[in-house]
């Protein structure tokens, strides 16, 4: 039995990652200070005796002997990390120096969610790790995309000046159960209006692409990669090479859901990336990965979820 430590655990993805890792038959330690995760996201778990939550803030350090540490913690979507931008910094930057140092003086093995907004608004297509990318580092996506390129930054000198173990993995859009309805994350929104029978809100002309990944997809790969021997610490991209316009997943949406709903356009927010899809080889090859659920049977799925809710 391994002793895990999950920060953001509490979150989308940090839940999931927490149950999966006590089906495993792990201990997991979850620790979350709520910006955007909530504790019912977790109360399942709660009766797991290798189960405990934890409210704590990553900005200030923290100490536990555990055998692996996943840091998630750092709020994803557009306009959770831009309410407070000096904070999302924080968290990624600060949050990283306290976890690798955590993870140095323990010895833990240490995992980083890091992200496709590294390539940023990328002009190579689709992205490869190589690919340095192309970030507006004063626009309004820079407290995002410039703390998770800086905590990359420390993961790698604490690898290579003090021997930690590190993983880096870049997580491109995923999507599944467990999200927020109001996070503003496309996914989220299409389907919520589309069960509400609101106007599916389009930013821009809709014809920008993403690559959605479904959340088991995402942790079949997490957990591979943290598996991986000490030599191996990416970056590695775990995502679903298909890639849609927005205006295919709203009409796919609306398909799924049977709803009446209309398409209406907004505003497009600025420096949103025109295009993105993951080039997953490496992750093929050496995590022997690649994503299995296609995008219209985990949106079904995520509707189910949302039928729930809202
Ligand atoms: P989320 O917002 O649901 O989860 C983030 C969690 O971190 C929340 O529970 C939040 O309360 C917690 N958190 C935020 N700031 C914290 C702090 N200072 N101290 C402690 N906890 C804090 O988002 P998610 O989609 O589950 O994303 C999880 C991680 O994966 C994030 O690091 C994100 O950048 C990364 N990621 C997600 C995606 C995606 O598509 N979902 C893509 C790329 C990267
Ligand atoms: N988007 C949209 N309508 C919405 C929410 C988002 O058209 O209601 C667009 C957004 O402008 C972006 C894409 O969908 O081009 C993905 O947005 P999301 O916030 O999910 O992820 P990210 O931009 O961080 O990849």
Redesign the pocket.
């Known amino acids: 039995m391994k002793k895990i430590l999950v ?8 839940s999931h990652l927490c149950e999966r890792l006590l089906n495993e038959g792990n201990e997991v330690i979850c ?7 909530q504790k019912k996201n977790v109360t399942h778990l709660l009766e797991n005796p290798y189960f405990e939550l934890i409210r ?4 200030m350090p923290f100490f536990i002997e555990v055998d692996e540490i996943y840091n ?6 557009p306009i ?1 990390y831009q309410y407070n931008p000096i904070k999302t910094i924080k ?1 990624s930057v600060a ?1 990283a120096i306290n976890m690798l140092g955590l993870a140095k003086r323990i010895n833990a093995k240490i995992l980083q ?5 590294v390539y940023g608004d990328p002009k190579i297509h689709p992205q490869p790790e190589s690919y340095w990318g192309h970030v507006n580092p004063i626009g309004t996506r820079a407290c995002y995309d410039e703390g ?1 390129r800086c905590a990359e930054t420390l993961f790698v000198s604490y690898h290579q000046k003090n021997n930690v173990r590190i993983k880096l993995i870049r ?5 599944g159960p467990r999200m ?1 309805p109001n ?1 503003g994350r496309v996914v989220s929104n299409f389907i919520v209006q589309a069960l509400q029978g609101r106007d599916i809100t389009i930013y821009g002309d809709g014809l920008q692409t993403r690559s959605f990944q479904y959340v088991d997809d995402l942790l079949e790969g997490m957990t591979k990669l943290m598996a991986t021997g000490d030599d191996f610490t990416g970056p590695v991209n775990v995502g679903n090479p298909g890639e849609f316009t927005m205006i295919e997943l709203a009409e796919m949406v609306i398909k799924l859901t049977g709803s009446q709903s209309k398409i209406v356009f907004e505003p497009l927010p600025s420096d949103d990336p025109m295009q993105r899809k993951p080039d997953i080889t490496l992750a093929k090859k050496v995590l022997d990965w690649e994503p299995k659920i296609k995008l219209e049977e985990g949106l079904g799925r995520t509707i189910d979820f949302f039928k729930t809710i809202v």
Do not use: R
């Open positions: 920060t953001g655990g509490a979150g989308f993805l940090g620790l979350d200070n709520y910006f955007t995760g704590h803030d990553v900005t998630l913690a750092c709020p994803a979507s959770h968290t949050g969610a890091s992200t496709s907004e998770k997580i491109f859009n995923t999507y927020h996070d």
